[in-house]
């Protein structure tokens, strides 16, 4: 894939990234519909991506955090800080960059997407439960 360049809103935080995968994401929960008021639409960076600029970050659940402009607040990121296999890993947010040349193969969260949005073509849809599930931190006692 090529490396991508973009940038926030109003030029503040530039950002280059390689996307991992040819695919897009798009997630529905309350988080990113409060973030974006709509859907965070992102694709999986590879490691070393740059962000130069007034850069923030909150800490937005137990498993992750976002990223964001100081100045315009333009969203920038959302990774992952729980420990273990997917760690690090960072969701880009695509609208920084003028064009990904991706399709759209994941939707989060389906079962919060508000009636409104109807997306063409067919990708893998998640529930709350089912992403939920996969940042299901080990029971105690558990060996995990």
Do not use: N
Request: proline fraction near 5%.
């Amino acid at each position: 894939m090529p490396e991508l360049q973009g940038q926030c809103m109003c030029g503040a935080v530039t950002v280059t990234a390689t996307p991992a995968r040819d695919a897009l994401g798009a997630c529905h929960c309350d988080q990113c519909r409060r973030w974006t008021s709509s859907m965070l639409v992102t694709f999986e960076a590879e490691p070393g991506y740059a962000a130069l600029g007034p850069v923030k970050t909150f800490i937005s659940s137990d498993w992750a955090e976002r990223a964001f402009c100081a100045e315009c607040g333009s969203s920038l990121w959302y990774r992952i800080t729980l420990p273990g296999e997917m760690h690090g890993q960072t969701q880009m947010a695509a609208g920084l960059f003028e064009e990904t040349g991706s399709d759209l193969k994941l939707e989060l969260y389906i079962d919060k997407k508000p009636q409104g949005y109807a997306f063409t073509g067919e990708r893998r849809q998640m529930t709350k439960a089912e992403v939920e599930a996969m940042y299901a931190l080990p029971e105690e006692g558990d060996s995990q």
